[in-house]
């Protein structure tokens, strides 16, 4: 991340070196090192504030999913007591795989404080398709118990 801020700072050094009537030297006068690593470090704290904002967001929606596949997945356990002696125990099977998926979900979304720049992007990535795989697993149960 401090990387892209010493980049950005660079880059807008630059554009503004570029300026018409603007010359060389009175941007080089008007910018010390000091200042480039003042901008820099803002930038980077900046841009590090914005990621743990996201990061806090993305957990808290996928919380509140998980949450919701829960509340979904208690209603279900009521709902196999009416069932058949088969479609019972292929519907607990089924929950079993929900359950199971779900736990697996929950323990990836506890690794999110860790990740940063580019790990939390694939780390976002891989939280999309564990989300997708279980959502496919509550559609799957949701069309069982329907039967």
């Known amino acids: 991340m401090t990387r892209m801020a010493i980049l950005l700072v660079v880059v807008f050094g630059i554009v503004l070196s570029l300026r018409p009537g603007v010359?060389?030297?009175s941007v080089q006068d008007s910018v010390t090192g000091q200042e480039v690593k003042k901008e820099a470090a803002e930038?980077?704290?900046t841009t590090g504030d914005c990621l743990k904002q996201e990061k806090e967001e993305y957990?808290?929606?996928i919380r509140e999913k998980l949450k919701d596949f829960d509340r979904e997945a208690g209603e279900w356990k009521k709902k196999l007591k009416d069932l058949g002696k088969r479609g019972k125990a292929e519907a607990e099977q089924?929950?079993?795989e929900v359950n199971k998926k779900q736990g697996e979900t929950s323990k990836k979304l506890d690794k999110l404080k860790d990740k940063?720049?580019?790990a939390w992007r694939k780390?976002?990535?891989?939280?999309?398709n564990a989300m997708e795989d279980l959502g496919k697993e509550f559609d799957r149960l949701r069309s069982r118990l329907k039967e």
Do not use: D, P
């Not at 780390?123 to 999309?128: A, R, S």
């Open 116 to 118: 940063t720049g580019r």
């Open 23 to 25: 010359s060389r030297a």
């Open 123 to 128: 780390f976002k990535t891989q939280m999309e």
């Open 94 to 96: 089924q929950l079993k």
């Open 59 to 61: 957990e808290k929606k």
């Open 43 to 45: 930038a980077a704290k």
